[in-house]
C-alpha cells in the first residue's frame, strides 16, 4: 500500500466514524503515519496525542478518539495555544478529565489542574489558588448531543485571580494565559524529547504487533465497499 491516495483515507475515515472500532483507528492512525500523504503532520498528532493523554479506558463512543485526532492534524503544526484551547473544547477530553460535571456550585478541579500541572506549565509554576479558579473559569463547559455546549446557568461569571491577574475570565482566558505563562515553553522544551521517544517506541511497537496492519485491511476493505 504504497503512496496511498488523500482520497482512499478519507473514504477510510467516514467508514471508520460510522463503526467506532478503536482497534481499526489506531491501525488508521498507523497506517497514516506510514503511508500517508503527510507524514510529519501525522506524527505530530501522535506527538500531541502522547502528550494530551486521553484514552478509550474512559472515553466513550471511540469516534471520539477520532474527533480529537482531527484536532491535532488541523493544529497540530501550529501555535500552541490555539491548540491549547481546541483540546479543552474537545469531547474526548471533556470526558477524560470530568468537566462535564464541573460546574458554578461544585467546581470539579481535575481538568484545570491537568492543564496546569501537565500540559502547559509543569509544577511549580501555579499555586493551588490558581487551580480552584481557572476550574471556575471553566465551569459549565459540557457534552450535549456530542457536542460542546457553555451552559450560561452552570458557568460561574464572577471575577477571578489567575497568575496574579484579575478578570472575569472563562476557559478561553485560561488556555492564553497557560499559554503565555514563561514557564510553559520551558515545559515543552524539557519535555520535547521524552515524547518523541516514546512517539518512537509506541507505533513500532504497535505495528510490530500486527494490530494495525489488521486493521488496515479491514478498514481497507471496508473503504473499497463503500465506494
Known sequence: FEGEEPEHFATMRKVLQSQDDIERIRGFRVLRMLR??????????????????????KVAPPRW??????????????????????????????RWLDNETNEKESPNENYAREIFE????????????????????????????????????????????????????DGEAVCRLAAEHPASAQRHSRADQEIRNQVRREWLRAWQVGAPRRAYRRSSASARAAR
Open 36 to 57: 500517508g500523504p503527510q507524514r510529519l503532520q501525522e506524527r505530530m498528532s501522535y506527538f500531541w496525542h502522547l502528550h494530551f493523554a486521553t484514552s478509550t479506558a
Open 118 to 169: 501537565l500540559f502547559a506549565l509543569g509544577r511549580g509554576a501555579y499555586s493551588e489558588r490558581d487551580i480552584q479558579e481557572a476550574a471556575r473559569a471553566f465551569t459549565g463547559w459540557t457534552i450535549r448531543n456530542h457536542r460542546i455546549k457553555k451552559i450560561g446557568l452552570n458557568h460561574d461569571d464572577d471575577p477571578k485571580e489567575i497568575f496574579g491577574e484579575t478578570g472575569n475570565f
Open 65 to 94: 478518539m477520532l474527533d480529537q485526532w482531527d484536532v491535532f492534524d488541523r493544529c497540530g503544526l501550529g501555535r500552541f495555544d490555539e491548540l491549547l484551547l481546541e483540546v479543552s473544547r474537545d469531547k474526548a477530553m471533556i
